[in-house]
């Protein structure tokens, strides 16, 4: 058995474990989420007389979200948007450590692996 790798493979798997543990706190939270992207939009209504076709653009706030492959659009009113904005926000922060977690597992598989391998007789 080659004990040096052995050794190098056991703190990598720890070093991911640890990793895996800070990734996954994000997903612990108790706030609510909603699956969206708020963001603003600009449009032209497209009345020649408009004071868009000049330039000054319509601008509204919208939230975006995925739903059986296809994208709804909903309008934000003002009084709703930083409570929209922080769900969304809180959203994006729980699909972002899914991510990481996958990637991590993944990584952590590998490493385990090459520990049996490493070990066998
Ligand atoms: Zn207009």
Do not use: N
Request: proline share 3%; glycine share 6%.
């Amino acid at each position: 058995m080659d004990i040096q790798t052995l050794s190098r493979l056991r703190q990598d798997l720890r070093r991911l474990a640890a990793e895996l543990g800070r990734e996954i706190e994000a997903v612990f939270g108790r706030a609510p989420l909603v699956k969206g992207t708020v963001y603003e939009m600009a449009r032209k209504c497209g009345k020649p007389s408009c004071a868009c076709a000049r330039g000054e653009l319509h601008r509204s706030t919208v939230m975006s979200w995925s739903h059986q492959g296809k994208t709804r659009l909903m309008s934000v009113p003002p009084e709703r948007r930083t409570e929209l904005r922080g769900k969304s926000e809180e959203y994006q922060r729980v699909r972002g450590a899914r991510a990481k977690v996958s990637a991590i597992s993944k990584k952590m598989l590998a490493v385990i692996d090459q520990i049996e391998q490493v070990r066998r007789e």
